[in-house]
């Protein structure tokens, strides 16, 4: 049995409807011999908290497969060694004014831990910026065949004319455009994401 580790985008969770879709996709449509199962963790608001949490789970759950959209992305890009496709990668959100900025704001999705609301500090924005100064070190020659990279055409949150040129520049020729937005919308995950998954051969054997 495969296993798939998903990472939500900013203000969201792992309950958020990808997820759901993934899980219905991947679990209960698809035959025995080619089931996946789903791991979609809530990701803390700090990235000095979240990374290395999420760095120990995926050491831990050992994935085939790791799936990162938007903030997702991002991070998934940093886990070094697991194959993984990063899709529409924010690689600055600290630059994303309307985005990330002090003050309170609310999870678009239920979260595990109950909290509808969240606090965004100086410190918080400080800590961002801080790793996405280093968020390309450590990318070997083993590992540029590893990470995917997934950029739509129409997003107009992170442009793919901004940030797919810096992808390829660590992943030469691991990157493609695709029909779609910055949110991935059931169409996508249906019609792009998933024969991607198949392409690579994550689900074969």
Same mark, same amino acid.
């Given at each position: !049995?495969?296993?798939?580790?998903?990472?939500?985008? @900013?203000?969201?969770?792992? *309950?958020?409807?990808?997820?759901?879709?993934? $899980?219905?996709?991947? %679990?209960?449509?698809?035959?025995?011999?080619?089931? *996946?199962?789903?791991?979609?963790?809530?990701?803390?608001?700090?990235?000095?908290?979240?990374?290395?949490?999420?760095?120990?789970?995926?050491?831990? +759950?050992?994935?085939?497969?790791?799936?990162?959209?938007? !903030?997702?992305? %991002?991070?998934?890009? !940093?886990?070094?060694? @697991?194959?993984?496709? =990063?899709?529409?990668?924010?690689? %600055?959100?600290? #630059? #994303?004014?309307?985005?990330? @900025?002090?003050? $309170?704001?609310? %999870? !678009?999705?239920?979260?595990?831990?109950? +909290?509808?609301?969240?606090?965004?500090? #100086? +410190?918080t924005i400080a800590?961002y910026q801080e790793?996405?100064?280093?968020?390309?070190?450590?990318?070997?020659?083993?590992?540029?065949?590893? =990470?995917?990279?997934?950029?739509?055409?129409?997003?107009?949150?992170?442009? *793919?004319?901004?940030?797919?040129?810096?992808? +390829?520049?660590?992943?030469?020729?691991?990157?493609?455009? @695709?029909?779609?937005?910055?949110?991935?919308?059931?169409?996508?995950?249906?019609?792009?994401?998933?024969?991607?998954?198949?392409?690579?051969?994550?689900?074969?054997?």
């Amino acid at each position: !049995m495969k296993k798939i580790l998903y990472l939500h985008g @900013f203000a969201s969770s792992g *309950a958020s409807g990808t997820v759901g879709l993934l $899980r219905r996709e991947l %679990w209960e449509k698809a035959p025995p011999d080619r089931r *996946a199962t789903i791991v979609a963790p809530d990701i803390p608001l700090d990235p000095l908290v979240a990374f290395p949490m999420l760095e120990a789970l995926a050491y831990d +759950e050992m994935p085939d497969l790791i799936i990162g959209t938007s !903030m997702g992305g %991002w991070y998934a890009q !940093m886990l070094h060694g @697991f194959t993984r496709i =990063c899709v529409n990668p924010s690689f %600055w959100l600290s #630059k #994303k004014y309307d985005i990330l @900025f002090v003050g $309170r704001h609310k %999870w !678009m999705n239920r979260r595990k831990d109950g +909290e509808t609301e969240f606090h965004v500090t #100086k +410190e918080t924005i400080a800590h961002y910026q801080e790793m996405e100064a280093h968020q390309f070190d450590g990318v070997t020659d083993d590992d540029r065949t590893l =990470c995917h990279g997934l950029f739509g055409d129409k997003d107009d949150t992170v442009l *793919a004319s901004e940030t797919r040129p810096v992808f +390829e520049r660590y992943y030469p020729g691991m990157s493609r455009v @695709f029909p779609g937005g910055h949110r991935l919308s059931d169409h996508v995950v249906t019609h792009t994401l998933l024969p991607f998954i198949r392409e690579i051969g994550v689900l074969d054997g």
